[in-house]
């Protein structure tokens, strides 16, 4: 298993910006793929960006594109996630999470979690 720790959430107003970050420890080498998924309050976890830990491929859901940017440092097993533009909308808990595949946007392909971060966005 490879456990993740999530960081970098907060209360910020609309338009602003937060970069969360993703760090791995364990047996990261088994996994390849690292995804950023979201749940408001009511709501299902949904996709947000993913990546793979060579920084080779992203995917990025299409409420968030062009506002959210994943980036991977392999060297230090970490994965951030930079969001600008933010929207009200965009509140929510977000969870990093691990995958031994990669491209994935389905949470069922995640199967290492972290214990999610608050985002929080004022209007």
């Known amino acids: 298993q490879v456990q993740l720790v999530e960081s970098g959430g907060g209360l910020v107003q609309a338009g602003g910006s937060l970069r969360l970050s993703c760090e791995a420890s364990?047996?990261?080498?088994?996994?390849?793929?690292v995804g950023w998924f979201r749940q408001a309050p009511g709501k299902e976890r949904e996709f947000v960006a993913a990546?793979?830990?060579?920084?080779?491929?992203?995917d990025y859901a299409e409420t968030v594109k062009g506002r959210f940017t994943i980036s991977a440092e392999n060297g230090k097993n970490t994965v951030s996630l930079q969001m600008n533009s933010l929207k009200p909308e965009d509140t929510a808990v977000y969870y990093c999470?691990?995958?031994?595949?990669?491209?994935?946007?389905?949470?069922?392909?995640?199967?290492?979690w972290g214990q999610g971060t608050q985002v929080t966005v004022s209007s």
């Open positions: 990546i793979s830990w060579s920084g080779g491929s992203t």
């Open positions: 999470a691990a995958s031994p595949w990669v491209g994935k946007v389905s949470a069922v392909w995640y199967n290492s």
């Open positions: 364990g047996r990261t080498f088994s996994y390849y793929g």
